[in-house]
């Protein structure tokens, strides 16, 4: 799991950093995605130095990861007209989005995949 929430992290720290330099770095705020990688890479690296602890570390990412995409989701209503060609208001900040839903759905169904797997395992185990 450690390693999909450093994957997704990174993705995310790369699509803010692309924004934030496709703007021209004209709003801090493109860079919004880079921080919440950087978080999730923070909480990789704290599951993978505290094995004790890992399923607190990465519920914690989870728990991140949810509050992300209804945030990158709430800002999709201009990605139809910005894949029809159209004018936005904020084509980076929309394309942005976009990119940080895509990752973060990924990231939340492959995690809750794991998570499944992992209980579906302890439960064969203990049987």
């Keep these: 799991m450690t390693p999909l929430t450093r994957a997704a992290g990174i993705a995310l720290i790369v699509i803010g950093g692309v924004a934030f330099v496709g703007s021209g770095a ?5 860079l919004i995605p880079a921080v919440l990688g950087a978080v999730l890479v923070l909480l990789a690296l ?3 130095r505290q094995p004790e602890r890992r399923s607190t570390w990465a519920h914690a990412a989870l728990g991140v990861a949810l509050v992300a995409l209804l945030g990158s989701a709430s800002r999709l209503g201009d990605l139809p007209d910005l894949v029809a060609g159209n004018d936005v208001e ?3 900040a929309t394309g942005a989005n976009a990119a940080v839903t895509v990752v973060l759905v ?3 169904v492959a995690a ?3 998570f499944r797997a992992a209980r579906a395992a302890r439960e064969a185990t203990a049987a």
């Design 90 to 92: 904020l084509p980076w």
């Design 46 to 48: 704290l599951a993978d």
């Design 26 to 30: 004209d709003s801090v705020t493109a």
């Design 106 to 108: 990924a990231y939340l």
């Design 112 to 114: 809750i995949r794991s």
